[in-house]
């Protein structure tokens, strides 16, 4: 054969094997932004609604004192956490 031949016939099954690779590394690149995606958007609403049940707790009537005081306890620790001051 041909030396010609044979380097265009090993640079096509090279540079195909670079598109095999390139296809599965963006694949799994893709992959992982859905999964980073999915964590972001579960985050969000946990933050939604723990500023939800933070109101909640705030607004609360016609408890006692010890009710009300566990409560701020309670906000000041999810605010430390959250670090929302």
Do not use: C, P, W
């Amino acid at each position: 054969m041909d030396e010609g031949i044979l380097k265009h016939i090993a640079t096509k099954h090279d540079l195909e094997d670079l598109r095999i690779e390139f296809r599965q590394s963006q694949d799994a690149v893709l992959s992982r932004l859905d999964e980073i995606i999915t964590t972001v958007r579960r985050i969000d609403q946990e933050r939604v609604f723990t500023f939800e049940y933070i109101k909640r707790l705030e607004t609360r009537l016609g408890e006692t004192e010890a009710e009300v005081e566990q409560n701020r306890k309670d906000i000041n620790r999810i605010k430390d956490i959250l670090k929302i001051g």
